[in-house]
Each structure stands twice: as structure tokens, then as C-alpha cells.
């Protein structure tokens, strides 16, 4: 048997990687099509809602769920900040709730470290859900921007946003 170069292995790998990410993006492009335009502020693209903050957490842990996901752990960003203010000298408070879902797919991690195994770190996947102080009548999901200079990581980003339009949507 005639081993393949590692160039041919490098361009079967990649293929596959393109094959996943059309599957992907077909598959949700109708939810996909219902999300609005996310505001890039920073290093995060911002969905913004009017409703009850305990109400689109539900809906949000509701989406999660719907893929088959597992939420694996749950940061309580408002109260760890609120915990933290005197030792850190913070005079203001800047959200009423805040919080961030962490959770994984093990198909797309599976692909993910198949093509390079150092995208471990892409795992877990989060989504921040919370209420601004200033703001109380919206509340905001937000991610991570997507890891465009990356392939591998597009279906990553399209599962992010198929959740978050299911959240959006009901």
C-alpha cells in the first residue's frame, strides 16, 4: 500500500473540513436567515432582545438543548463581579444579570482536533446571556467573534448562531 504525502493528506483533510462546513451551513441556513445583524463591539458580536431575562434564558437553554447539547457549566458573571467589587475597588455595577452557558459538540470537536489537535482550546463553545443595568428592558446574547482566519472553525460559529436565532425566535 503507497502512503499518501502529507500534502495529500493536509488537502484530504481540509476537503472534509469544507464538506462539514456546506453540510452545516445548509442545514441551518433557515435559521441563519431569521438572525438579525450582530453589532461587533470589541471581540464580541452583540444580539440584543427586549424581553425578561429568565425568560430568553430559558428559551436559550432550550436551544442548546434542542441540538443535543449538554450545558457542562454555568459562570455566574453578575454575582462573581457583585462578590468581587469591594477587593477590586469597583465603585459601579454594571449588570443586573450575567451570565455565561458552556457547552460543547463532540462531533464538531471531533473535527475540529482531527485537523489540527491544538483547536482543543475552541472547547467549550459559551454563549453570554445578561441584563445592563442601563438597559434593564433588553437583554443580550453575545459570543466570541468567529475564528475566521480558521476553516475548521466555521461550523463551530454556525452552530453559535443556529442557537442563538432558535433563542430569538420563539
Not at 493536509?10 to 451551513?25: D, F, N, P, R
Not at 450545558?71 to 459601579?92: D, F, N, P, Q, W
Not at 491544538?118 to 475564528?147: F, G, K, M, Q
Request: glycine share 4%; hydrophobic share 40%.
Amino acid at each position: 500500500m503507497k502512503k499518501r504525502s502529507r500534502i495529500t493528506k493536509q488537502w484530504t483533510i481540509l476537503g472534509k473540513s469544507l464538506i462539514l462546513t456546506a453540510v452545516m451551513l445548509a442545514g441551518a441556513q433557515s435559521s441563519a436567515q431569521l438572525l438579525s445583524t450582530p453589532e461587533v463591539v470589541g471581540s464580541s458580536w452583540v444580539y440584543k432582545t427586549p424581553g425578561l431575562y429568565h425568560n430568553v434564558r430559558e428559551d436559550l437553554v432550550q436551544a442548546i438543548q434542542d441540538e443535543g447539547l449538554v450545558i457542562s457549566y454555568t459562570a455566574h458573571l453578575a454575582s462573581m463581579l457583585t462578590r468581587t467589587a469591594e477587593a477590586t475597588g469597583a465603585k459601579v455595577q454594571v449588570y443586573e444579570n450575567a451570565e455565561s452557558l458552556l457547552f460543547c459538540s463532540a462531533e464538531l470537536t471531533y473535527e475540529l482536533t482531527l485537523n489540527n489537535p491544538h483547536n482543543i482550546t475552541l472547547c467549550p463553545y459559551s454563549i453570554s446571556i445578561y441584563t445592563l443595568l442601563t438597559d434593564l428592558d433588553n437583554v443580550y446574547l453575545s459570543i466570541r467573534a468567529p475564528e475566521l482566519e480558521q476553516a475548521d472553525y466555521a461550523a463551530v460559529h454556525q452552530l453559535l448562531e443556529q442557537i442563538i436565532a432558535a433563542t430569538l425566535t420563539w
